[in-house]
């Protein structure tokens, strides 16, 4: 037995009230990647609140452990 197609979201309801929504799966992973997007540029505004801070190349390789 094959889902049917539908245009847009299914709602779900139990005891007469919205419990849940069922998603294509094209429509789910746009999303997340919006919610992504959303949590990328709130990250870069809170980097963007404090100072930028410099340090040369070789002192931060001096301070990284050695790998083999």
């Keep these: 037995m ?3 197609r ?3 979201p299914q709602l779900i309801v139990r ?3 919205p ?3 069922i998603l294509g799966i094209q429509e789910y992973e746009r999303i997340l990647e919006r919610l992504e997007d959303a949590d ?3 990250a870069l505004r809170r ?3 404090k ?3 410099f ?3 070789e002192d931060f390789l001096r301070e990284q452990p050695r790998r083999v």
């Design 40 to 42: 990328d540029l709130k």
């Design 55 to 57: 340090r040369k190349l």
């Design 6 to 8: 539908t245009n847009g």
């Design 47 to 49: 980097m963007r609140q």
């Design 19 to 21: 419990a849940g929504v």
């Design 2 to 4: 094959g889902a049917q």
């Design 15 to 17: 005891n007469g009230r």
């Design 51 to 53: 100072p930028l801070k």
